[in-house]
C-alpha cells in the first residue's frame, strides 16, 4: 500500500546528531521530490527541506541551511534527515512527505524530535 | 521568501455553517496552492490543489478558489468531522511556505 514511514526521532542533547528515515512504498519512488516538514508544539507547518527525484538538487529553509542534510536512496525507497547542531529550536514532529514542486498528497505518521538537556 | 497569511487564525462556528478561511500570498503564486487539514495529533492530508481542484475522495463540501494572491477554501456545511485546523501552502517557489493555520472550532 501507499505510505510513508518515519523513524528515528528522539530525545537528543543540545548541539548532538540524528538522523531521521523514512521508508516509502506502494509508488515509484524515484518519480517524485520529497520533502521534509516539521511541527513545533503548538505552532504550525514549517517546511524544512525537498530533494528531487534523483536526488542531486536539495533545498533547505534558511534555519537549518548548513546543520541538516537530505539525501535519499531510490534502491532502498529511503528519504533520510541527518541532523546536527542541535537546538531547543529544532524540537518538533518531523513529517516525511511526498512532493516538492507539486502538492504533498502524501504523509508520514510524523517522528518525534526532542533537543532537551 | 513568499508569505502566506491566513485569517482568521481561529474561529467558532456550528455544523451546518457556511465557513471561508482566506490566504493572502505577499506575491504572486498564480494557483499553485494547497490546502491541508489537520486533525489533533495527526498528519495533515490534502484536501486542494492547484487552488481549485478537489483531491479525490474529499468531499465536496469542500472547495478552494482564487488565483495570484488571494484565494479562499469554503466548507459549504460544517460537519462535526470538519473541526480540525487548516493550512495553506504555496508551491509556487522554495522555499516552499505555509499560512499559519486557521482553527476551526465549536
Known amino acids: 500500500q501507499v505510505q510513508l514511514v518515519e523513524s528515528g526521532g528522539g530525545l537528543v542533547k543540545p548541539g548532538g546528531s540524528l538522523r531521521l528515515s523514512c521508508a516509502a512504498s506502494?509508488?515509484?519512488?524515484?518519480?517524485?521530490?520529497m520533502t521534509w516538514v516539521r511541527q513545533a508544539p503548538g505552532k504550525g507547518l514549517e517546511w524544512v527541506s525537498s530533494i528531487s527525484g534523483s536526488g542531486t538538487t536539495m533545498y533547505y529553509t534558511d534555519s537549518v541551511k548548513g546543520r541538516f542534510t537530505i539525501s535519499r536512496d531510490n534502491a532502498k525507497n529511503s528519504l533520510y534527515l541527518q541532523m546536527s547542531s542541535l537546538t531547543a529550536e529544532d524540537t518538533a514532529v518531523y513529517y516525511c512527505?511526498?512532493?516538492?514542486?507539486?502538492?504533498?498528497?502524501?504523509w508520514g505518521q510524523g517522528t518525534v524530535v526532542t533537543v532537551s538537556s | 521568501a513568499i508569505r502566506m497569511t491566513q485569517s482568521p487564525s481561529s474561529f467558532s462556528a456550528s455544523t451546518g455553517d457556511r465557513v471561508t478561511i482566506t490566504c493572502r500570498a505577499s506575491?504572486?503564486?498564480?494557483?499553485?496552492l494547497a490546502w491541508y487539514q489537520q486533525k489533533s495529533g495527526k498528519a495533515p492530508k490534502l484536501l486542494i490543489y492547484a487552488a481549485s481542484t478537489l483531491r479525490s475522495g474529499v468531499p465536496s463540501r469542500f472547495s478552494g478558489s482564487g488565483s495570484g494572491t488571494d484565494f479562499s477554501l469554503t466548507i459549504s456545511c460544517l460537519q462535526s468531522e470538519d473541526f480540525a485546523d487548516y493550512y495553506c501552502q504555496q508551491y509556487y517557489s522554495y522555499p516552499l511556505t505555509f499560512g499559519g493555520g486557521t482553527k476551526v472550532e465549536i
Open positions: 506502494g509508488f515509484t519512488f524515484s518519480d517524485y521530490y
Open positions: 506575491q504572486g503564486i498564480s494557483s499553485y
Open positions: 512527505t511526498r512532493g516538492g514542486g507539486i502538492a504533498f498528497d502524501l
